[in-house]
């Protein structure tokens, strides 16, 4: 395995993330201003994002099992290659339909060509500090809030959302198609598995795979995992302005948010490899939901703040475990697919907040009903998680001769 070339995969990996995840979610900061300009309801430009979580979900599988079969390469190129143009695209929608078509399903799709395909890559790369590894590509798309947020909110003040739009699609062409480029397959693919996960299940099929127990308990605790933290993420900037905090101040939640993510995900990433991650999963999954719950009675910027740090650190680092403990129970050879498999749980889980956080807002005029029900999704991932049990492990007798 070449070993120094396998931190490129986790550099290039860590500037994809950023660039695809900063330009999706950069849909909250304009929230606000189209809705001004066009006169659209913030609902019905919230179900642009929900269509993108949803055609994320749609994708993910389907972008997994080409990585599996073609590589990561042709995979995650492709999906730069579509998510600048369909970003460009949308910047010029003259209706809502065609904006939550162009931004929801194109940019979602395309958007989902990254995340399976790059940590299946990863976590091939990698046979120790596995954790690490994930978790420094998952840190790269958490530097997303503090990047890609606060360059649309400075752009959309000196231009309007069309023309910040646009620019946020050419610089994520610039940044995206040279560092796919980069990508390469691991090594690990052409050699005889050694893995714990294949020596316990040699014949495993894929069929077999995704029919488990195993995947199943992990696609629904992702599913309510990222329910608990998609409304909070999407809706707080809009939350914190109708609080009477400015704009600028407000996306700057957004930033301490995922500053605190970096942090998160090296820390739980260290604290997995040495603790195990199905338990530093279950202990963050707890913490997420009364972390979400803390933002109900955040009023001021200083509350926001602290609540932006706890729920930064905790989500962001328990999203990079859920490949570790794939990697740990099945195949290389489908890693793409069981990643993306559960990437479309997590994807549906994200559909749910914007949409929802919107209506609740045109409906009773506040945010608050919509962190208590987070908080409930918190905990259902979290006992649902609780039930996972890894495939047996096999005596080294039963791996020599198998």
């Known amino acids: 395995m070449d070993r120094p070339y396998r931190w490129v995969i986790v550099a290039a990996g860590g500037l994809l993330g950023c660039a695809a995840v900063g330009a999706m979610f950069s849909l909250p900061v304009f929230l606000r201003p189209m809705a001004q300009d066009t006169g659209w309801s913030v609902t019905g430009i919230s179900t642009a994002m929900t269509i993108g979580f949803l055609a994320m979900a749609a994708a993910s599988m389907v972008w997994g099992g080409l990585s599996d079969k073609f590589g990561p390469r042709p995979v995650v190129l492709a999906g730069s290659i579509v998510l600048a143009s369909s970003l460009a695209l949308a910047s010029r929608a003259s209706s809502l339909v065609e904006f939550q078509l162009l931004f929801g399903l194109l940019v979602g799709a395309a958007t989902a060509a990254v995340f399976a395909p790059m940590m299946a890559c990863v976590t091939g790369w990698f046979d120790t500090q596995r954790g690490l590894a994930v978790s420094l590509v998952s840190a790269g798309m958490g530097m997303a809030p503090m990047t890609m947020a606060p360059l649309a909110a400075w752009l959309v003040t000196i231009h309007n959302w069309r023309g910040a739009m646009l620019i946020i699609a050419g610089i994520a062409a610039a940044l995206m198609i040279p560092a796919a480029l980069l990508v390469r397959r691991p090594p690990v693919q052409d050699e005889p ?58 996306v700057s939640i957004y930033s301490v948010e995922g500053l605190a993510g970096m942090f998160g995900r090296i820390g739980f990433g260290f604290a997995g490899d040495r603790l195990g991650a199905q338990r530093v999963l279950v202990a963050g999954l707890l913490a997420q939901a009364f972390g979400v719950l803390a933002y109900a009675f955040a009023g001021q910027l200083g509350g926001f703040y602290a609540v ?65 029900a987070s908080w409930g999704l918190g905990l259902a991932a979290t006992l649902i998680l609780a039930t996972f049990r890894p495939f047996p492990a096999r005596s080294p007798l039963q791996i020599a001769t198998a």
Not at 219 to 237: E, Y
Not at 321 to 349: C, D, H, K, W
């Open 193 to 250: 598995a050694q893995t714990s996960s294949d020596a316990a299940e040699p014949g495993m099929t894929l069929g077999q795979a995704v029919r488990s127990p195993q995947f199943i308990t992990l696609m629904l605790a992702n599913f309510f995992c990222c329910a608990t933290h998609s409304g909070p993420i999407f809706h707080t900037v809009a939350y914190a302005v109708t609080c009477g905090i400015p704009m600028v101040a407000a």
């Open 308 to 372: 932006a740090v706890l729920v930064g650190f905790i989500y962001a680092g328990t999203m990079p475990l859920y490949a570790v403990i794939i990697r740990e129970n099945f195949p290389q050879r489908m890693m793409g697919t069981i990643i993306g498999g559960t990437a479309m749980a997590g994807s549906l889980g994200m559909s749910t907040g914007p949409v929802l956080g919107g209506w609740i807002y045109d409906n009773f005029g506040s945010y608050a009903p919509l962190y208590v």
